[in-house]
Each structure stands twice: as structure tokens, then as C-alpha cells.
């Protein structure tokens, strides 16, 4: 059974650090891209980080230079470290593919997980 399950979220200071995890299972990251995505209150998912195995790690500009994207595909798990963090970066941030994972004409999200930066 595929399942994506994140981790990590909470609440904390602008310029605070948190780190995400995402275990995958049912799948193998080897085969994928992999990456990670957020939605903010009021707006549509984003993908804002990503590793593929031609380009290596990419970043969206707003996120540049503060958040790093890792992962362990020994163990179907990747991370996503998080420093210097902004307002703007409250979201629900998810892992998956990238695209997202779609088999059998269905798409596969996990929970997700809740980062509120806030004073």
C-alpha cells in the first residue's frame, strides 16, 4: 500500500528553524523524483523543492538559500530543513513525487504536515 506520512511541523518564531521528515512506504524513491510541496491558507499546492537525479536539488526563489532538501533512499525517507523562517512560509507542507504520485488513475497525498510561523 502506498502511504506518504510528514512530520516535523509545529509552531515557531520568524527566523526559527524546523525539520521536516517524510517516510514513504509502497513505493521506492529510487524510481522518482522526489520533492516537497505546500499549500498556504487561501491558495493552491505548490512544489517548492525537489532532487532529481539529472539536476540534483532544486529550489523555488522564495525559499533559496533557506531550506535545504535531503534524502536517505536507503530508507524511503527524505527531509527538508528549514532555516531563517518567514510568516510567508506558513503552510501544510507535503511530500511526494514529483509529479505526484498518480497509479490506477489515482493520486496519492499524505496528510501533511503543519508549520505556522508566527510571533
Known amino acids: 500500500e502506498v502511504q506518504l506520512v510528514e512530520s516535523g511541523g509545529g509552531l515557531v518564531q520568524p527566523g526559527g528553524s524546523l525539520r521536516l521528515s517524510c517516510s514513504a512506504s509502497g513505493f521506492t524513491f529510487d524510481d522518482y523524483a522526489i520533492g516537497w510541496f505546500r499549500q498556504a491558507p487561501g491558495k493552491g499546492r505548490e512544489g517548492i523543492s525537489c532532487?532529481?537525479?539529472?539536476?540534483?536539488?532544486t529550489y523555488i526563489d522564495s525559499v533559496k538559500g533557506r531550506f535545504t532538501i535531503s534524502s536517505d533512499n536507503g530508507k524511503n525517507t527524505m527531509y527538508l530543513q528549514m532555516n531563517s523562517l518567514k510568516p510567508e512560509d506558513t503552510a501544510v507542507y507535503y511530500c511526494?513525487?514529483?509529479?505526484?504520485?498518480?497509479?490506477?488513475?489515482?493520486?496519492?497525498w499524505g496528510q501533511g504536515t503543519q508549520v505556522t510561523v508566527s510571533s
Open positions: 532532487i532529481r537525479s539529472r539536476d540534483g536539488s
Open positions: 511526494n513525487t514529483d509529479p505526484p504520485l498518480r497509479i490506477n488513475g489515482r493520486n496519492y
